[in-house]
């Protein structure tokens, strides 16, 4: 990694991310479980219920940069009309893709400061 790649190495600014990790098991644990059971139209509309909450509750607590990141990225599910049981998974693994992807970037982080520090002290 050279100098110029750790100088623009912006950290990401997470305000909850102890909630952000919540959010994503809850999440990667509910595509566990259903992905192999047949859903049917009750669970369809639960689970369409969850993401949606699960969507509301993320942007709520994104920097304004992840959020309209997030907001690009994420699948919308339209409640109400029927949603497919693919429909679903596929938007739980983007959810679960991106957050992983940001958990990603928050340890490239951590790691960028902790080379500039040992830089700055010798």
Do not use: N
Not at 29 to 57: C, F, G, I, K
Not at 88 to 116: D, K, M, P, S, Y
């Amino acid at each position: 990694m050279s100098s110029t790649d750790l100088d623009s190495a912006q950290p990401a600014a997470l305000p909850d991310p102890a909630k952000l990790l919540r959010l994503g098991s809850m999440i990667k644990q509910l595509l566990e479980e259903t992905r192999a059971m047949p859903l049917d139209a009750r669970s369809r509309e639960r689970l369409t219920a969850t993401y949606d909450r699960a969507v509301a509750e993320l942007e709520a607590c994104l920097p304004a940069v992840l959020r309209a990141e997030f907001t690009r990225v994420a699948p919308a599910l339209h409640t109400g009309a029927a949603v497919s049981d693919a429909e679903l998974r596929i938007a739980q693994a983007q959810l679960i893709g991106w957050l992983e992807g940001l958990f990603q970037g928050v340890q490239f982080a951590a790691a960028v400061r902790q080379v500039r520090a040992d830089r700055a002290r010798g």
